[in-house]
């Protein structure tokens, strides 16, 4: 019964795909009878399926259908009969709406020929309001213009009767209101009208000012002003000394009250400063009053043809600046200070007057700068005064570091430029004069322990001594740039300091023990210590970073890495000058040592012959004493090292003693344990020459002297074994060999039992060819 139902269902399942085939295969049919034919296909699959059984579901599947396209036929026909209703409706609305826009077209075209015949009627109109308007306008700017000329003359009559009834200040008011004004006017296109304004604000301002200034004058004659020798203090006070006060402050108030129409009028600006300083304003008006007697006098005594005005003699006008500020300095605090105080004036007065006079000595050096830039010594001295001058500025008067000075006078280009080529000549010049000397090579204070601690020759330490000078020179420079210019210079000094070092060193390379290749060696170390703690020093720091972000254009291209290092300053700015002195310390080192081990090993010749394997046992000996042959072995390293502990400083004989340890270590290990045999009474005689003599010539150097030499210490414990130990070393030893290195667990490792003997540097396989040394006497 089943194969036949897989059979009727097989043929359904064909008929279905040969009606999908047939549909596929009609492809002159329209897209939409194929959609349709798919879209049943996929219904009867759905609903019946290849199930036999759901044929009973067909007949009320075609009920079902037949009901919905009953159902769809009513719809259609009741939309087919409503249709032609809409459709005349909406053609009835649309032949409304376009009878109402020809109407609206209609009335909007004349309605616009209406408003252009009014347009151009009333152009007429436009064009006569036009000139009206244009007419008001220009009367408006012609009424303002009256009205400031008004209130000019007006404030100008008032000005003129504030002075006629000598009332002051009334008068400063009107003038700062005309100042005003003026400043309101600074926008305006009125030329004529601003340069009225100002000149009659120039001429009531002038009328006032010399009023107060020759009032101010007075005052100040009555103090004495201007103090150009030291003041005296008088015994008593003169009588009208509060009167003389009240005037003083009542003028300095009124010309303070002046500023603003004294810098419009002299067109003041603030004063450009040069790079990393603020800009700084004008001087106050009556520290400018102040200034003139002062100001008469340096030009009557540094101008013209005067004896006074030297130019090999700038120390005299910049002393003469210096006299005036310390002699004025008290009247400043005491007396102005106040005043300015209660007058509100932010300022410090002996600071402002220090200003104007600084102005004074920037005029003259700007001058004569220029006329010595060819004459090196005049030169030299100008530059030395500047520093000092800057130097008693700010230390001794407190001037503010946030205000020029004149070292910007020597940061001009042209002369900047002079500076750096003269010093550089400068310091070869004593250079080569200072190696030339017959004491260039000697400490002048080899006689003093305590304090020659370097050892550094004259040369060396008058050479940093020069570098350390630049360095003070340049310190106090504001431009970051013109300080990385003298470390530039410096390094290139340093550099060929270092060139002239080898150079003698090569001469002196055939006598590497003499006293001046040791000189040599301690002054390239005395250079190397004291670049590293200048690499510390928070100065050279700061210009670390500053060579960060501008140093490329001065020292040249650093490179990513060594930029990294030094924005990180793990490096210094001396890092490739101290890698130079490094290899010329570790070259002559090298040298040093292989000429003592030379020596050592001649000497040692014989001592390395002995016939260590025939040597009296120690117990057929009295006592033991060092071996004859060692004798002049130990005499030449005791020489040579009390020697260079004399010549040598403390670091450089350490790294050399220590140096000499290991080479002698290796020598006498190799040269001579290695080379020969040993009985009991060699080896004792070995032990007893190194521990004894050899070892305790260092111990002054160091506390335990045998740890610098392991190998040969380590040699002699196992030479110096008993028998018995030392069959047993040598069964631990084959036994390791024999089970190629895999480690017996029941046994010691060879390394384990070496330890335990106190050996630690040699190797099991070191230890064995030692053992073989003193086959003689294992054998028995």
Not at 334 to 363: F, M, S
Not at 485 to 492: C, V, Y
């Amino acid at each position: 019964m089943a194969a036949p139902m897989m059979a009727h269902n097989n043929h359904i399942s064909n008929d279905l795909s040969h009606l999908k085939r047939t549909d596929s295969s009609n492809s002159e049919s329209p897209s939409e009878d194929g959609n349709i034919t798919e879209d049943v296909v996929e219904f009867v699959q759905k609903e019946i399926g290849g199930d036999l059984k759901s044929l009973k579901k067909v007949s009320g599947l075609l009920e079902k259908l037949t009901l919905e396209n009953k159902q769809l036929e009513e719809q259609v026909l009741t939309v087919s009969s409503s249709v032609p209703l809409r459709v005349s409706a909406a053609l009835s609305t649309a032949e409304e709406s376009r009878v109402k826009l020809e109407s609206l077209l209609e009335k909007e075209r004349l309605l616009s020929n209406t408003l252009q015949q009014h347009l151009q009627g009333s152009q007429v109109w436009a064009d006569s309001i036009g000139q009206v308007l244009g007419q008001l306008d220009t009367l408006e700017r012609h009424m303002k213009y009256l009205q400031c000329l008004a209130r000019i003359e007006e404030l100008s009559d008032r000005i003129q009767q504030y002075l006629m009834t000598n009332s002051v200040w009334e008068a400063v008011g009107a003038i700062d209101s005309m100042a005003s004004l003026d400043m309101g006017l600074r926008e305006s296109g009125c030329s004529h009208l601003q340069a009225f304004i100002r000149e009659t604000l120039r001429f009531w301002h002038k009328i006032l000012k010399d009023k107060l200034s020759s009032d101010f004058e007075e005052v100040l004659t009555q103090f004495h002003w201007p103090f150009i020798s030291p003041p005296t203090q008088t015994l008593s006070p003169p009588a009208n000394a509060q009167e003389i006060n009240s005037q003083l402050e009542l003028l300095v108030s009124q010309l303070l009250s002046l500023q603003t129409s004294d810098d419009l009028i002299s067109e003041k600006k603030e004063i450009p400063s040069h790079p990393g300083q603020s800009q700084t304003p004008p001087l106050s008006l009556p520290i400018q009053i102040m200034l003139l007697p002062l100001s008469k006098r340096f030009r009557y005594h540094f101008t013209g043809n005067r004896q006074t005005n030297n130019l090999t003699k700038p120390e005299w006008y910049l002393t003469q600046v210096l006299i005036w500020m310390g002699n004025s300095s008290n009247f400043m605090d005491e007396k102005i200070q106040p005043i300015l105080d209660r007058a509100g004036n932010k300022v410090n007065a002996r600071v402002e007057l220090c200003r104007g006079l600084l102005t004074l000595a920037q005029e003259k050096l700007a001058q004569d700068a220029p006329r010595l830039l060819y004459d090196d010594a005049l030169f030299c001295h100008l530059v030395d005064e500047v520093l000092q001058f800057e130097k008693e500025l700010r230390s001794t008067h407190s001037y503010p570091r946030a205000y020029p000075g004149v070292l910007h006078i020597l940061l001009e280009e042209t002369v900047f430029q002079k500076w750096l080529s003269v010093e550089r000549k400068m310091a070869v010049e004593k250079v080569d004069a200072m190696l030339s000397t017959e004491g260039a090579w000697s400490s002048q204070y080899k006689d003093i322990t305590d304090v020659d601690e370097l050892k550094a020759p004259d040369c060396a330490e008058t050479f940093m001594t020069l570098l350390l000078v630049i360095t003070e020179r340049y310190r106090s420079l504001p431009c970051p740039r013109a300080q990385l210019s003298f470390l530039a210079l410096q390094k290139e000094l340093v550099d060929d300091f270092r060139i002239r070092l080898t150079q003698v060193m090569k001469e002196e390379s055939r006598q590497p023990l003499s006293p001046r290749y040791c000189a040599i060696l301690n002054a390239a170390n005395y250079i190397s210590t004291v670049l590293s703690d200048w690499g510390d020093n928070i100065f050279f720091l700061q210009l670390q970073q500053a060579a960060v972000s501008v140093g490329e254009e001065i020292l040249g291209p650093l490179g990513a890495t060594e930029t990294g290092r030094l924005a990180s300053l793990e490096g210094s700015l001396f890092e490739a000058l101290l890698a130079l002195l490094e290899r010329l310390r570790g070259d002559m080192l090298g040298r040093l040592l292989d000429a003592v081990m030379r020596e050592v090993k001649e000497k040692a010749q014989s001592y390395c012959k002995d016939r260590w394997i025939s040597l009296p046992s120690q117990n057929d000996q009295a006592t033991m004493s060092l071996s004859s042959s060692a004798c002049p072995m130990m005499l030449c390293l005791r020489d040579h090292l009390l020697q260079l502990q004399q010549m040598l400083c403390l670091p450089l004989f350490q790294m050399f003693w220590q140096g000499l340890t290991e080479r002698l270590d290796c020598f006498i290990y190799e040269d001579l344990i290695l080379y020969n045999h040993f009985n009991e009474g060699g080896a004792a005689q070995l032990q007893y020459d190194m521990t004894r003599n050899l070892f305790p010539l260092f111990g002054h150097y160091c506390k335990r002297p045998e740890n610098f030499f392991k190998h040969v210490k380590e040699a002699c414990i196992i030479l110096t074994l008993k028998v018995g130990p030392a069959l047993l070393l040598c069964d631990v030893l084959k036994q390791s060999e024999e089970d190629d290195g895999l480690l017996n667990h029941q046994q010691s490792s060879p390394e384990s039992a070496l330890n335990e003997l106190g050996v630690y540097k040699l190797a099991p396989s070191d230890v064995q060819i030692l053992l073989n040394l003193r086959s003689a006497w294992l054998n028995q």
